[in-house]
């Protein structure tokens, strides 16, 4: 069968929009297993909160505290670079 | 619906000291009311840690940076988009002579923010290049006052 491969999100084959179906040939032998799709992260809905959930900013937002001089952690920084 | 913000490792140093620079960023962003999570590079995990050895930080701070994984949303670069991304964006900075191309680390971020589709903020002025082309949202910050850059 020649045609395009429509794929599901999670990256199994969901059809195949046929254009003709012939006889296999050597060619064909990587449809011997189903292919699938590489899964897409949606970051945008992993990013998202859940109702409720505090602020992932406002609860790291001094999460790492330190004594040092802002000079010293500003030089620190930069030096990271 | 807005684009979450991925934040380069320096923008997160600041953001989790809240040093002054943090709060210039919150005045401009409204990051503490975001409904969101932010976006973090894998590589800047390691760069975080890398800066916490430098800095002899003692166990309960390593605890806590380790901690941190879990209110943030990591991309991998083993993300296949994020591959693709990179690729893109180092031969682009290489074929345009940029500086960027010679910070890998920088290009995995670049990669990373792109593939996400998200805002990056960045203190990091190799990515100046980049700012306002089609497909790329990008915020550079003065790494002194934390506000955004003219």
């Known amino acids: ?81 | 619906m807005h684009a979450p913000y991925l934040l380069d490792t320096t923008v997160l140093l600041h953001w989790t000291r809240n040093s002054p620079q943090a709060q210039a960023i919150d005045a401009n962003f409204q990051l503490s009311s975001s409904a969101m999570r932010p976006l973090v590079c894998e590589v800047s995990l390691g760069e975080m840690l890398a800066f916490s050895l430098s800095r002899s930080w003692g166990t309960q701070k390593l605890r806590r940076l380790a901690e941190l994984e879990r209110h943030v949303v990591v991309v991998h670069i083993s993300d296949p988009g994020v591959r693709q991304a990179y690729a893109e964006l180092s031969t682009l900075a290489q074929s345009s002579g940029w500086s960027l191309f010679h910070g890998k680390n920088d290009l995995w971020v670049g990669a990373a923010a792109h593939a996400a589709d998200a805002h990056l903020l960045t203190m990091d002025t190799d990515f100046l290049p980049l700012r306002g082309r089609a497909g790329w949202s990008i915020t550079v910050l003065d790494d002194k006052t934390g506000l955004p850059r003219p």
């Open chain 1, 1 to 81: 069968m020649e045609g395009v491969g429509v794929f599901r999100p999670s990256g199994s084959l969901l059809r195949v929009d046929a254009d003709a179906i012939v006889l296999a040939s050597s060619q064909d032998e990587f449809f011997r297993r189903v292919p699938s799709a590489a899964a897409k992260r949606d970051y945008h809905k992993l990013a998202w909160l859940k109702a409720g959930e505090k602020s992932s900013y406002a609860q790291l937002r001094g999460w790492l505290p330190s004594d040092e001089s802002d000079e010293d952690f500003n030089a620190a920084v930069v030096a990271l670079r």
